[in-house]
């Protein structure tokens, strides 16, 4: 079985952020409050750098989208914005969970 470099790629990038999930949820609070500080910003930069890539063009579509090679650009906001979306908002309404962004001040 050959190993493509994209399996190679979604591998580490797994196991790195299995590795952050695992260090927030069992380190102790300096552990999480460094992880956070150092790591936050890359994920949130990572995400940005997706997300640009899927914002929508001047005819709202998603430049990136497609069904396949030759069919148009699908509407936005398309599975990749939809998909970023939903696993911020629903983790953030998960029962037992704080909602720091959405808390009222």
Do not use: I
């Not at 640009?52 to 005819?59: F, V």
């Amino acid at each position: 079985m050959s190993v493509t470099v994209f399996s190679q790629l979604d591998k580490s990038l797994h196991e790195h952020l299995a590795a952050l999930e695992r260090l927030a949820a069992t380190g102790d609070e300096e552990t999480a409050a460094e992880l956070a500080r150092a790591e936050l910003p890359r994920v949130v930069a990572a995400l940005k750098a997706l997300l640009d890539e899927h914002t929508p063009d001047e005819h709202g579509r998603c430049p990136t989208c497609r069904t396949n090679r030759w069919s148009r650009r699908l509407p936005a906001p398309c599975r990749a914005y939809l998909g970023a979306q939903l696993a911020l908002t629903a983790t953030a309404e998960t029962p037992g969970r704080r909602r720091y962004l959405r808390d009222p001040v």
